[in-house]
């Protein structure tokens, strides 16, 4: 004896189902996205509360107290803050400044070879031993400047004092070991170049393959091609991977604090020892010994460079935008 068979959802409902679930998939996915944007800046604000917060002393304190302080930590060469904090963030953006300037045309070099010169296999070894050196931690990179670069350096910057020493930059004599703004400015262009390489790697690969093939089918050469096709396509992007070195490079503590001699001056004398200082360094080699009024003046000054840090990228986020219309 036969049954009636079932019936089955028409398909009118199966199709109002989805849409249902995929409006409750979006809005969840809105709400984590918003709490996500939300937490940013709640952290954000946390941060620069704190070192309010801990800087007030500083801020609204016995000024006398704070100068005496100042001055011990300088030596009496300073007595107010900003003559305090003034060169050691003149130092942090000259050191931070020099290290993009370095690694920033090497990079993209790279991330080029890497993109559109090499064989398949090459490429692959090179991304990997990039992404390998991109995740090495600074006080690495501050050991091998200071143990293996520092002792083996010094001919170059001679020779460099020697003959080119007429520049401002490059006048002599060349320190002896070398622990200047120089070797420091190379080691962190060495360290911030596999991140800035990885991302614009990663960005050219993106180019659209009818870009490229369509400047190849009237007649460009390859490295027309790139220069038509691949770098305006990849300019936004490589201007954030930029920016991103630079922030590490304006951060950066150990690295410098394990090879730079440190100075109090406005000097742009590279090859020179004790004429420069950054903040992030100046910190932590002050802060061991410092006690009350004294913390909240370092604090201070790394408020100053958690603003300079926010202005920056800020500066980038807008030069990206006008980069990508």
Request: charged share 10%; glycine share 8%.
């Given at each position: 004896?036969?049954?009636?068979?079932?019936?089955?959802?028409?398909?009118?409902?199966?199709?109002?189902?989805?849409?249902?679930?995929?409006?409750?998939?979006?809005?969840?996915?809105?709400?984590?996205?918003?709490?996500?944007?939300?937490?940013?800046?709640?952290?954000?604000?946390?941060?620069?509360?704190?070192?309010?917060?801990?800087?007030?002393?500083?801020?609204?304190?016995?000024?006398?107290?704070?100068?005496?302080?100042?001055?011990?930590?300088?030596?009496?060469?300073?007595?107010?803050?900003?003559?305090?904090?003034?060169?050691?963030?003149?130092?942090?953006?000259?050191?931070?400044?020099?290290?993009?300037?370095?690694?920033?045309?090497?990079?993209?070099?790279?991330?080029?070879?890497?993109?559109?010169?090499?064989?398949?296999?090459?490429?692959?070894?090179?991304?990997?031993?990039?992404?390998?050196?991109?995740?090495?931690?600074s006080v690495i990179y501050g050991l091998w400047g200071g143990l293996v670069l520092v002792p083996?350096?010094?001919?170059?910057?001679?020779?460099?004092?020697?003959?080119?020493?007429?520049?401002?930059?490059?006048?002599?004599?060349?320190?002896?070991?070398?622990?200047?703004?120089?070797?420091?400015?190379?080691?962190?262009?060495?360290?911030?170049?596999?991140?800035?390489?990885?991302?614009?790697?990663?960005?050219?690969?993106?180019?659209?393959?009818?870009?490229?093939?369509?400047?190849?089918?009237?007649?460009?050469?390859?490295?027309?091609?790139?220069?038509?096709?691949?770098?305006?396509?990849?300019?936004?992007?490589?201007?954030?991977?930029?920016?991103?070195?630079?922030?590490?490079?304006?951060?950066?503590?150990?690295a410098v604090l394990m090879i730079l001699s440190p100075g109090l001056k406005y000097s742009f004398?590279?090859?020179?020892?004790?004429?420069?200082?950054?903040?992030?360094?100046?910190?932590?080699?002050?802060?061991?010994?410092?006690?009350?009024?004294?913390?909240?003046?370092?604090?201070?000054?790394?408020?100053?460079?958690?603003?300079?840090?926010?202005?920056?990228?800020?500066?980038?986020?807008?030069?990206?935008?006008?980069?990508?219309?």
């Amino acid at each position: 004896m036969s049954t009636a068979s079932k019936p089955s959802a028409s398909p009118a409902a199966s199709s109002l189902t989805q849409p249902v679930n995929g409006q409750k998939a979006d809005r969840v996915f809105r709400g984590v996205s918003y709490a996500c944007g939300i937490l940013i800046l709640v952290t954000l604000a946390a941060v620069a509360l704190f070192l309010l917060f801990r800087a007030w002393p500083l801020i609204g304190g016995d000024q006398q107290a704070n100068s005496a302080v100042i001055e011990n930590f300088t030596g009496g060469k300073a007595k107010s803050f900003w003559g305090y904090v003034g060169p050691l963030l003149f130092g942090t953006v000259l050191v931070a400044a020099l290290a993009l300037v370095l690694a920033f045309f090497v990079s993209i070099g790279i991330a080029l070879f890497i993109s559109h010169y090499a064989p398949k296999r090459l490429a692959a070894v090179l991304s990997y031993i990039v992404d390998i050196l991109a995740a090495i931690p600074s006080v690495i990179y501050g050991l091998w400047g200071g143990l293996v670069l520092v002792p083996t350096i010094y001919p170059f910057w001679n020779w460099i004092a020697e003959y080119l020493g007429w520049i401002p930059l490059f006048a002599g004599p060349a320190a002896n070991p070398p622990r200047t703004v120089a070797t420091v400015a190379l080691v962190l262009a060495i360290m911030i170049l596999p991140i800035i390489t990885s991302i614009a790697r990663d960005i050219f690969l993106q180019t659209p393959k009818l870009l490229e093939e369509a400047a190849l089918g009237l007649g460009a050469t390859k490295w027309e091609m790139i220069k038509l096709s691949v770098l305006p396509f990849g300019k936004s992007g490589v201007i954030s991977a930029s920016m991103l070195g630079l922030g590490r490079a304006l951060g950066e503590t150990m690295a410098v604090l394990m090879i730079l001699s440190p100075g109090l001056k406005y000097s742009f004398k590279l090859l020179q020892a004790s004429q420069n200082q950054t903040i992030a360094a100046n910190i932590a080699a002050q802060y061991p010994e410092a006690d009350g009024i004294g913390v909240s003046v370092l604090i201070g000054t790394g408020l100053v460079l958690f603003v300079i840090t926010f202005l920056v990228n800020l500066l980038a986020r807008r030069i990206t935008e006008k980069a990508g219309k």
